[in-house]
């Protein structure tokens, strides 16, 4: 690939190679955007097909987190990591912690968390060699881990795309259909659960499937048949690209809301989704619970505070329809022009000059 060419054309900033041999760390630390403050973004740790397909997992995910960690509001910028290998094989304590000196190395530029492939003792490991990591253990004064609020985010998203649909938010009764029923997921089930919702779930892990059924009265189905089911709400949660030419016709869904980061394979899949009428809730304004509960370990962290600003995901998704009916454009593109337009005003209101160290004359 030509990775320059593709990082100027969405305006990266960085791109950070780190291997380490002795323990087989490989991994690319993105850095889209650091106008709103340090990118902060999880690590995924998965078996890629190719290293060009890590790298642009990287790329996409990382400015995926710009425009996520602009539209919750928050001061940061987007970065995340992919390290490539089997998480189940292939991880161990001198690869986190050297990875956790590669990110130490940047000095603050990059704060790391959880994502697919990572737990909170992995950050717990990472944080012996950087302070710039979140999600580590709550005995650390830490906000641990970070899926039941991304969970809970989801389902006040998803309660809101529901009102836009159905015309109410209640959602007993409702089917709905999960794709992944991961760490994230698992909350999610619960929640939907106890509001009466019916669950189909599939998984390519079966253990993870068999708990879902057993807790919350969930319908199992075959990973490829998700797509198929007979459902109200499509919530994809498990890797991205699940939104594609051949997915959004047999979906039969109003709804589409879930954790997954990167669900629409392409931009143009948002405007397919906004001619058949079908109320998408676009990924990073639905899944900002996690980051930003992570995010509130930079102001001492406070539970409280930090899930009433989870909380507030209905309204943003709210708003994000609210964009949509008023420019007539897709809910994916009203939600970057959202993002878009506080990046630039934060940009513009931080561009007078403030003395620092460096500007004291009297130093001289
Ligand atoms: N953990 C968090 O707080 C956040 C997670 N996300 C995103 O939400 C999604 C889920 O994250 P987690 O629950 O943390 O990850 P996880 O790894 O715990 O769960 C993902 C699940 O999806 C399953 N899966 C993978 N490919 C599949 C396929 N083709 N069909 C069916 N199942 C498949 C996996 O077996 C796994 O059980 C990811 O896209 C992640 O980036 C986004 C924001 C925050
Ligand atoms: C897991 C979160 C804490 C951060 C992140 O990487 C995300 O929201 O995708």
Same mark, same amino acid.
């Given at each position: 690939m030509e990775l320059f060419k593709y990082m100027e054309q969405d305006e990266y900033e960085q791109v950070v190679f780190c291997q380490d041999k002795d323990s087989g760390l490989k991994a690319i630390i993105a850095i889209h955007d650091t106008t709103l403050g340090p990118a902060l973004g999880g690590t995924r740790m998965w078996t890629y097909a190719s290293e060009e397909d890590a790298v642009i997992d990287a790329l996409r995910l990382s400015k995926g987190m710009t425009y996520k960690n602009a539209a919750a509001g928050l001061n940061l910028g987007g970065g995340k990591t992919v390290i490539i290998g089997d998480p189940k094989k292939d991880k161990n304590e001198a690869m986190l912690r050297a990875f956790g000196r590669y990110i130490q190395g940047l000095n603050g530029r990059y704060i790391t968390a959880e994502d697919v492939g990572t737990t909170v003792e992995d950050m717990d490991t990472i944080y012996q060699e950087t302070n710039? !990591?979140?999600?580590?253990? +709550?005995?650390? #004064?830490s906000s641990g881990n970070p899926s039941p609020a991304t969970a809970y985010g989801v389902y006040r998203g998803m309660k809101a795309a529901a009102k836009e649909a159905f015309g109410t938010d209640n959602l007993e009764g409702r089917v709905v259909a999960v794709q992944g029923v991961g760490n994230v997921a698992y909350h999610l089930c619960r929640h939907l659960h106890e509001e009466g919702a019916q669950l189909v779930v599939t998984d390519i892990d079966q253990d993870a499937v068999q708990r879902a059924v057993d807790d919350f009265e969930a319908k199992a189905v075959d990973p490829n048949d998700i797509y198929d089911v007979d459902c109200d709400i499509y919530a994809p949660?498990? &890797? #991205?690209?699940? !939104?594609?030419d051949d997915t959004i016709s047999r979906l039969s869904a109003s709804v589409i809301a879930g954790s997954?980061?990167? +669900? &629409?394979?392409?931009?143009r899949h948002g405007d397919i989704l906004y001619e058949k009428g079908i109320v998408y809730a676009p990924d990073y304004v639905i899944n900002a619970g996690g980051v930003i509960n992570v995010a509130d370990e930079l102001y001492g962290y406070n539970r409280e505070r930090a899930m009433k600003k989870i909380e507030t995901i209905y309204d943003k998704i709210a708003k994000v329809f609210e964009i949509s009916k008023r420019d007539d454009i897709p809910t994916n593109v009203a939600a970057d022009r959202m993002a878009e337009e506080r990046i630039s005003s934060i940009h513009h209101a931080r561009s007078t000059f403030l003395q620092n160290e460096h500007h004291v004359i009297s130093r001289r």
């Open positions: 710039y !990591v979140t999600g580590i253990s +709550q005995a650390f #004064g949660c498990a &890797l #991205g690209a699940s !939104v594609n997954a980061n990167n +669900q &629409l394979a392409e931009s």
